[in-house]
């Protein structure tokens, strides 16, 4: 690049992919500067779509903040509205009943595999395929469902509260769980067959868009870009939070840190998230879903606070200052996807264009996760 | 149909293949709905007429009631001609084309070599497109499009050239002519060289790629490039590009089931005619699209290898190979 970059004909273009691009998958603008179909420079462009939610935290009472966290990263609502609520429940000490927390697991694992199942539609669109799209969301559907059942809602879930659930699970959920598990369980077979062994998707994955450990700790990726690139770090594990202990899974690592990489990654984690859930409905213990003494108007001890789980995306967070009132001094979401997408400038130089879509698809990022 | 004057002759073969490549878009992209719908568990249009069958109609009038949009500093002469073109060319092509005994507009010698002259005057009009339309995605897309035409004509000439060597015509009524019944079709090893079958492989995947369809469409590669060289165009242009893809498709397909799967001969000897020429192309193109909806997108590169490394040996291995064998027996 060097050699041609010193000649005087050398030509570049900029190329604006969005913040209206099929690729990106929301309001995300990425510049690149194109040598032909070769990228030479990418730059992601944010703030399209920023609505204020850490600033709303701090004129917000923590009740009055409960709907925000699952505006951020909608995919996997369930797990940002955890993070909330673990964050002010370690803050103030609110204990949370057992019940309420393997409820908690389950239905946030429920919240991956959808998260995970969309994805790997969006995934395979991103590179021409069209059909798996339709499956995936066949199956995301049931779990749609099950959770609107439970909830109330289909996407943005506001189901955690301070010290327990909104409200505990109707008879039919443990069945409908069952069933869903298995029913997903049994097609992974055929996500593999149709995805994973065709021969042009690992033409366009494998040694594609490499990753380095070493990059990702350079911009804090974590998550399954993470994993894909051979860094074990999950908070589930390492930091572990709620119930997590109890459950035995497994953390899937690739080594490659390409495309393909951070695909088997995630196709695993939904077989692990499914044992998850088994488990946790195997373990399910009775009682209430609600702690008894929740303050009406919570104020946590003057204090700094950080509470972080794992989100479809990797490491989600909040970082909570109190200073004794209602509302918090500051409240800082680290979320996974502002992260990840701050190593695509990096990842992407030298690519074709059509393998930084590839690449892009692959780290999975959701736009309002980014802008806040 | 040779009593009557020319010039009714003519405009009867006109009025028909304008007719007929009309109608096969309109049924292409409901077949292509259907298809899709069900390879993907859902059921596809049908809401307008019998199984949604006037749903393409209504497309239809939607893309002529709209207006032509031509974008600011769009050169204007190549953007409105683009389209026109690979319309045209979609229709000559049409000319040479045996539906029957005597349903040929033009019965010459060289229609063979017609299609081809012909079709790949369509390259001309996607760069034309892409390039009028001031849009680097456009642009981007015609370049990938020129390169990835020029290298699928390359195999798929040698193996035309194969097929002229066993038929010895160029002319398409008589090639049909010598395929009279099942055993007698091209594409069967005994009929002339031992690789047919493989020559009609590569001669399906060229014209897959040269009608840039997926697994070959990286000159609409949506997810990359939006949409390719037609991102600029709206109402009847984008409808005119959609009219010519289908109708390139319908030539693609009858033209391998004219090659080697007996046009329109019966497999079985009985009543010849137009109809077993659309059956076996209409089932060609069930067959594109299923292989559209069920692959994804390969990459330039992938691409242009898998013709120059791949298709290009191949093809003239086999036409030497057939060459030897019809010196030798």
């Given at each position: 690049m060097s050699v041609l970059a010193a000649d005087p004909t050398y030509e570049t273009f900029v190329l604006n992919m969005g913040p209206q691009h099929p690729a990106t998958h929301g309001a995300l603008r990425v510049k690149l500067v194109m040598d032909g179909e070769y990228i030479v420079e990418a730059e992601p462009v944010l703030g399209y779509i920023h609505r204020m939610h850490e600033k709303m935290g701090e004129n917000r009472t923590y009740h009055q903040y409960l709907p925000n966290p699952s505006r951020l990263d909608y995919l996997s609502a369930m797990a940002c509205t955890h993070g909330h609520v673990a964050t002010v429940e370690r803050a103030a000490g609110i204990a949370v009943p057992e019940r309420a927390e393997y409820l908690r697991v389950i239905t946030v694992e429920l919240n991956r595999v959808s998260s995970h199942l969309l994805w790997l539609g969006a995934f395979v669109l991103d590179l021409g395929g069209f059909t798996p799209l339709l499956y995936a969301m066949d199956d995301r559907e049931q779990i749609l469902d099950l959770l609107e059942r439970v909830t109330g809602s289909r996407l943005t879930y506001c189901y955690f509260r301070f010290g327990g659930l909104y409200n505990d699970v109707d008879d039919d959920f443990v069945d409908g769980a069952r069933a869903l598990v298995k029913r997903i369980r049994d097609k992974m077979p055929m996500y593999h067959n149709l995805i994973t062994k065709n021969v042009i998707l690992r033409q366009r994955l494998e040694g594609i868009g490499p990753i380095s450990a070493e990059m990702c700790r350079k911009y804090g990726a974590t998550g399954p870009v993470a994993r894909g690139s051979g860094i074990p770090y999950d908070v589930r594990k390492h930091e572990p939070y709620s119930v997590y202990p109890e459950f035995d899974f497994d953390v899937p690592v690739y080594e490659q840190g390409d495309s393909m990489a951070r695909y088997l990654v995630r196709m695993d984690e939904i077989e692990q998230s499914l044992r998850i859930v088994e488990q946790g409905l195997d373990k399910l213990p009775e009682g209430p879903v609600m702690a008894e003494k929740v303050p009406k108007i919570i104020k946590p001890p003057k204090g700094d606070y950080y509470c972080a789980v794992e989100a479809a995306r990797g490491s989600f967070g909040i970082r909570l200052v109190s200073d004794g009132?209602?509302?918090p001094y500051r409240l800082k979401l680290r979320s996974p996807c502002f992260s990840n997408v701050s190593?695509?400038?990096?990842?992407?130089?030298?690519l074709l264009l059509a393998d930084a879509v590839a690449l892009f698809g692959s780290l999975d990022l959701v736009i309002p996760d980014i802008d806040r | 149909m040779s009593e009557l004057p020319e010039i009714f002759r003519v405009l009867a073969f006109v009025g028909g293949i304008m007719a007929l490549v009309g109608l096969n878009a309109a049924f292409s992209v409901w077949l292509e709905r259907k298809v899709a719908g069900h390879i993907q568990r859902r059921i596809g249009p049908k809401e307008?007429?019998?199984?949604?069958?006037?749903?393409?109609?209504?497309?239809?009038?939607?893309?002529?009631?709209?207006?032509?949009?031509?974008?600011?500093?769009?050169?204007?002469?190549?953007?409105?001609?683009?389209?026109?073109?690979?319309m045209i060319t979609a229709v000559m092509v049409f000319v040479v084309i045996p539906f029957g005994p005597a349903l040929v507009a033009r019965d010459i010698n060289i229609g063979l070599l017609l299609i081809f002259a012909i079709a790949s005057v369509n390259v001309l009009a996607l760069l034309m497109g892409?390039?009028?339309?001031?849009?680097?995605?456009?642009?981007i897309s015609a370049t990938r499009a020129v390169s990835q035409n020029v290298a699928y004509e390359v195999?798929?000439?040698i193996t035309v050239v194969?097929?002229?060597?066993?038929?010895?015509?160029m002319n398409l009524n008589t090639i049909v002519g010598q395929q009279q019944n099942l055993l007698q079709w091209y594409i069967f090893p005994w009929n002339g060289s031992l690789l047919l079958p493989v020559s009609f492989l590569i001669f399906f995947v060229c014209a897959m790629a040269e009608t840039n369809r997926a697994p070959f469409d990286l000159g609409e590669a949506e997810s990359e490039l939006v949409a390719g060289f037609?991102?600029?165009?709206?109402?009847?242009g984008f409808g005119l590009f959609f009219l010519g893809e289908y109708g390139h498709v319908f030539v693609g397909c009858a033209l391998a089931s004219i090659l080697f799967l007996g046009g329109w001969q019966c497999p079985f000897g009985w009543l010849p005619g137009i109809h077993w020429l659309l059956l076996k192309t209409y089932l060609l193109v069930f067959v594109v699209m299923w292989v559209r909806w069920t692959y994804p997108r390969t990459t330039l590169y992938g691409l242009l290898n898998l013709s120059w490394k791949v298709l290009v040996p191949f093809s003239l291995a086999i036409l030497v190979l057939t060459a030897a064998m019809l010196k030798v027996f």
């Open positions: 009132t209602n509302t190593l695509f400038g990096e990842a992407a130089r030298g | 307008v007429g019998p199984f949604g069958i006037f749903q393409s109609l209504a497309d239809g009038i939607k893309l002529m009631s709209k207006q032509l949009v031509v974008p600011a500093k769009a050169d204007p002469v190549l953007y409105r001609l683009a389209p026109a073109l690979t892409g390039w009028g339309s001031n849009n680097k995605y456009a642009v195999p798929m000439l194969t097929m002229v060597m066993i038929a010895g015509s037609h991102t600029e165009y709206g109402g009847m």
